[in-house]
């Protein structure tokens, strides 16, 4: 069985620009979730999906977006990067509302470590 | 509301002696609890979970935590340490059967020296 998968695993931005983050769970997990692990900060939560909508969102401001696909996979935007947002941003996957019992168990991907300029 | 506490943002440990690695929590529901384990660049892996059942949980890699409700303690333990057990180590309060409802504790470096 796949893992959750990222894409890119790095990514190099310069200030004000904007970024798009990519992630696919494991086939059958519905639900999506978002971290950003910068230095020094642990791993802070940034947002859930699931079945398509925004279930939960962290205390990050409105330039950190996303969505999810009808296939389950995930973006996520951040838009006019700054140099604190240079981080690795963890996506992991469990099975969703919709089956019932929402999991427990995250599974996550490797990451896309962001580096601002 | 929850919360995580990790008492130790570093422990260091030789070589095939014991590891500790402390979390206290907080909730106000009975909680599911989580540690996972990171090692450089990568993902986060699950070591063990405890979800209710037994209150002692045995892991991958010899790893093992047990619940202590009066303590509200979930530490990690391993008998005998080895150089590939360093990482850095998160401890997860969730609340049941809603991943969506976790709070990472601010994660352990462990260190372990030949």
């Known amino acids: 069985e796949a893992g959750v998968t990222q894409s890119p695993t790095h990514l190099i931005k310069t200030r004000g620009q904007q970024a798009t983050l990519r992630c696919s769970p494991i086939s059958g997990h519905t639900s999506v979730y978002w971290y950003q692990q910068a230095l020094g900060l642990g791993l802070q939560f940034l947002l859930w999906y699931d079945e398509g909508e925004e279930r939960n969102r962290g205390n990050f401001p409105p330039r950190f977006s996303g969505r999810q696909f009808p296939n389950y996979s995930s973006e996520l935007n951040v838009n006019a990067l700054e140099l604190e947002d240079s981080a690795l941003y963890l996506c992991?996957?469990?099975?969703?509302?919709?089956?019932?019992?929402?999991?427990?168990?995250?599974?996550f991907g490797p990451g896309t470590r962001l580096l601002v300029l | 509301a929850q919360s995580v506490t990790q008492l130790d943002s570093h422990v260091s440990v030789s070589e095939g002696t014991p590891v500790l690695l402390r979390c206290n929590y907080s909730s106000s529901y009975s909680p599911s609890l989580f540690w996972y384990v990171q090692h450089p660049n990568k993902g986060l892996q699950l070591l063990l979970k405890y979800t209710s059942a037994a209150t002692l949980v045995k892991g991958i890699n010899g790893f093992e935590a047990e619940f202590k409700k009066s303590e509200t303690s979930f530490h990690l333990t391993k008998p005998s340490a080895h150089m590939s057990d360093a990482a850095e180590y998160f401890c997860?309060?969730?609340?049941?059967?809603?991943?969506?409802?976790?709070?990472f504790g601010d994660g352990t470096t462990l260190t372990v020296k030949p």
């Open positions: 997860v309060v969730s609340e049941r059967t809603n991943a969506g409802k976790s709070t």
């Open positions: 992991a996957s469990t099975r969703g509302l919709a089956g019932g019992t929402l999991q427990e168990t995250q599974y």
